[in-house]
Structure formats: C-alpha cells, structure tokens
C-alpha cells in the first residue's frame, strides 16, 4: 500500500515529446520516411498528462487524435522537427524524443515534380541523401538541459547498441526495444522494452502499449526526480 503513495508525480513539470515519423521532400508530391504510427510517443503524452505535467507534443505527420490537455505542434520534416524542438526548450524539465526521425534527406527538393524521361536508355534514378541533425544529440547539448530520454528501436544488439547511443548521445535515459519481433514491433499493439541509464537496467514485461507508457513514464518520473536532486 506504501508503494501506492511514494509515487512520484510530474506537477508542473514541463515535458516535450516528440513523435512520428518526418517526411523528407522528394519533390512536391512525394517524400522519403518510415512507418513510425507515433502510438508509443502519444501513449507517453498522454500518461505525462495523467502524472500532472505540462506536455508538449512535436508530432510528424500520424493519423492520430491529440490526447486530452496536451499543446501539439505539427511538423513534416527532421528539419522542421528540430526547430520545432528548440522554439519550445526554454523551460523544458523532460524531453522525450520518441519520433523516429529521418536520417537522412534528399540534398535538393525538385521545386517540379520530378518527370521519367522516356527516352534515356538508363533505368535507374540516383537520389543524394543527407545526414539530418541528431535532434535528442542536440537537446542534450544544451547549456540548460532537461532530463533528456531516447529510444532506441533495435533488430540485433538490441542492449549495446542502446547503450552505444545513451553515452554517444549524452542521454540520461534510453528506452530499447527489439523490432525484430513483429508482436513488439512499430505498428504492433504490445510492446517490450529495457530501459537503460548510466547504471542500471530494467526490462519491462510485454504488455499493451498504453501499459508499458505508463510504466515507463513512472519509470522515468523516479529517476528524473534523482537526477534532479
Ligand atoms: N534521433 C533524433 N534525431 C535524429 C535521429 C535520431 O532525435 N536525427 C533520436 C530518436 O528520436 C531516438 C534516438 O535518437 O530517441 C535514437 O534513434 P535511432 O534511430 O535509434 O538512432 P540513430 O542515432 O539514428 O542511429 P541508427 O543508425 O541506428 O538509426
Ligand atoms: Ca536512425
């Protein structure tokens, strides 16, 4: 019964979570991104809102409501994403960036759409791609940096790449899951995740992803707390 009461809460607190995928612009009708559905990222809005915080939401483009008392912000681009992210840091107590960003970016945006030409004997098209800025890298650079959280979506390795990415990134939290398991995976139901900071590691049991947002969001509340002593 204890347990129940020790709990910490997130009043007043201001959290940012980022969300989605980003669509990186081909030409004006088609892009490059992935199959992020943004459902871990808005499960967690919505939990930081139950818990008392003041939640941002910074979303690329999903097919999803916005969760009850939570501010969203619509983005497109990693780009768009990262400014998005520090128009709104100042202030920030918790950054949670679970968007599935975009590594990389056609270099030039064809201003027309891009036609076949019928008569080239070549059948091929050579996109060049660039790197996009590391959003969660950049946060956690920040003079005045919140507790910042990643994810890492994994398919081998599943620990020490996370762990590669909590310190390369200066994180404070990673949350890993494997997606090479379709029950646990991006646009499944359940979810499965071990959450690693500088000394310590706990796996979380497959449950709905609702289950494990709220989970992990007590989770990261406690250790935001320490952190924050
Ligand atoms: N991330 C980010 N900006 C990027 C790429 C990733 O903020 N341009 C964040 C993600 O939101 C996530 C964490 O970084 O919280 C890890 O993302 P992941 O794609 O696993 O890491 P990468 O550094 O992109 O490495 P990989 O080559 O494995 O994709
Ligand atoms: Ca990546």
Excluded at 136 to 146: D, G, I
């Amino acid at each position: 019964l204890a347990g129940m009461f020790k709990q910490e809460t997130l009043t007043g607190r201001r959290v940012i979570i980022t969300a989605g995928p980003t669509r990186e612009a081909i030409d004006p009708v088609r892009y490059i991104s992935n199959h992020s559905s943004g459902k871990m990222g808005y499960a967690l809005a919505e939990a930081a809102v139950e818990a008392g915080a003041d939640v941002t939401l910074i979303s690329g483009p999903v097919n999803r409501e916005t969760p009850d008392r939570v501010t969203r912000i619509d983005v497109t681009s990693a780009r768009d994403m990262h400014r998005a992210v520090h128009e709104s840091i100042e202030g920030c107590d918790i950054f949670i960036s679970t968007a599935a960003v975009a590594d990389y970016r056609p270099d030039t945006e064809a201003n027309n759409k891009i036609k076949k030409d019928p008569d080239a004997a070549d059948e091929t098209l050579q996109l060049t791609l660039v790197r996009n800025p590391d959003i969660v890298a950049s946060v956690a650079a920040l003079e005045q940096k919140p507790f910042v959280v990643g994810f890492a979506a994994e398919t081998c390795d599943v620990i020490s790449y996370a762990t590669d990415k909590l310190h390369r990134k200066k994180l404070d939290l990673i949350v890993a899951n494997d997606v090479s398991d379709s029950s646990i995976g991006f646009n499944s139901d359940d979810n499965a995740v071990t959450v690693i900071g500088p000394d310590f590691e706990d796996t979380l049991p497959q449950t709905s992803k609702r289950q494990v947002a709220r989970q992990l969001l007590d989770i990261l509340a406690q250790r935001y707390h320490d952190w924050s002593e």
